[in-house]
């Protein structure tokens, strides 16, 4: 192992130098005109795993390559396999005036690496591949056998990765998956997360009139959508956060005695979460702390909100048309198609006669969660705790990672979700960095894991 860490440690700068190639791509997945953007992504990250010594193939789907790269094996291995996943698209940069650096022109300042896609995911899944790279070129045998599947589409719901994995089945056979994808509370808090909410999204649209009236000869005889629009979207929350629609939290798993135990030691003040979010006052569902609301509770949230005119000084009308996006966030033991249902059945009741209503589809994934403390839950904490010299913790996230619950139905595997990202890291906000220290940490962790792993 002192050869692996010397190795991480001799090459520290040139690690930097590498993510900050990486990240130079715009590899906004969402966004067509990127798509030769995507293409130099992949092939950047498929050069680098050669370079290390993974065999490596890029693998065409319908929609952006996934990067396939396995370390060398002897036939017939009986070590260990395990999928190291990741994604190397990034959420679109904007809005673009709020950014301090360009988000693609890496900067580095304060020992932090400013880019979209620092954090998520780039410089996550790079430190994997910095840990294997000092494995293979210090010749210390690595105790496990790991194939990284880094794919281009996480950001928009993974579409082309469960039938990718389906195909290849047989090789992508493993005794779990390894994901950093997530984050920890603070470099003092190293953290498994051991569950993840899922997610349902839809776009919901009214229509009105034909045309945009004028508000002065029509209005107060014309249904307005984009107030219909409020005025139904009012009645789907409360103002403390709880979902109104009828039979949301059904199929809400209660939280154990254990569980909220666990989340409590989740260092979190009031007063720190408020200025590190800008709000004057914090909000949530009554009887459930603040880490509870945004990890274990489930949630419906606006995205976007549209309507009528958006152009400087006032223009009286009463717009054609209003609509809206949605996600809502959901917790073990809830469906999306369920709650989808249930949530297009309270729209459709409470939709006002003037006004003609459509959805759109999203993506969805289930909730996912795993004992907190398996083998592999344990191997995780030792390897943590060995990287970042302090005590993980168990926790849950709220965000979602839908393609982790296929693993489960397709190879039969649990996912260890060990993250690396910060707080403040601003993930799908302006102004994303990651922690250079976690990037190191974060090779450290990797290092120490597959040992780990290796004597389940
Ligand atoms: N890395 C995030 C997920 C995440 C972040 C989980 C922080 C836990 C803590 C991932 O890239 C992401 O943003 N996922 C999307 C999934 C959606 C597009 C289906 C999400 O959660 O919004
Ligand atoms: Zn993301």
Redesign the pocket.
Known sequence: MQPVLDYLENNRQRFVGELCEYLRHPSISAQPDHAPDMRAAAAWLAGRCRAIGLKTEICKTPGQSIVVAKTPRRKGSSKPHYLVYG?YDVQPPDPLPLWKTPPFEPTIANGNVYARGAT??KGQHFAHLCAIEAYLKTGTELPCDITFVIEGE????SGNLAPFIKKRRADLQCDGVVVS???MPSPKHPAV?YS?RG?MALEVRLDGPSRDLHSGIFGGSVENPAMALCQMLAKCRDAEGKVLVPGFYDDVAKLSAYERKQMARVPHTDAAYRRMLGVKALFGEAGYTPVEQRSARPTFEINGLTSGYQGEGSKTIVPSHASCKITIRLVPDQKPQTILRKVKQHLKAICPPGVKMTFSGG?E?DPYIVAPDSHQVRAGLTALKAAFGAEPIVMR??????IINDFKKILGVDTLLL?L?LPDDN??SPNEKFSLDQLHKGMLMSARLWPELARI
Request: proline content about 4%.
């Open positions: 994604h998520d995911n996480e950001e928009m719901g994808d997530t984050g997360t993840l997610v993506h994934g996230e709220g965000g979602s990672i839908p993250g990202a993930l799908h």
